[in-house]
């Protein structure tokens, strides 16, 4: 959810995020030392499926997602 992870972005838990390419859609992966929850780094997800990634259907998408939280870059990784 957007507004948690603009909260531990304020607080320094999150220092960045990735965007993965997965089948022809794409996922946020947050980056940073709080950004690990039992052994997997946390991912952007929605309201109504809080324990699945949210998934966007263009790199745009995902990276106004990004912006909203306050990141203002990421890494983008397709493979």
Not at 50 to 62: H, L, N, Q, T
Request: charged share 25%.
């Amino acid at each position: 959810m957007s507004s948690i992870a603009k909260l531990r972005l304020e607080a320094g838990i999150i220092e960045g995020a990735e965007i993965l390419a997965i089948e022809e859609t794409y996922r946020v992966q947050f980056t940073g030392k709080g950004a690990i929850w039992n052994e997997e780094n946390l991912v952007l997800s929605s309201a109504r499926q809080p324990y699945e990634a949210r998934v966007f259907k263009s790199i745009d998408g995902a990276m106004s997602a990004i912006e909203r939280i306050g990141l203002k870059t990421a890494v983008i990784d397709i493979t």
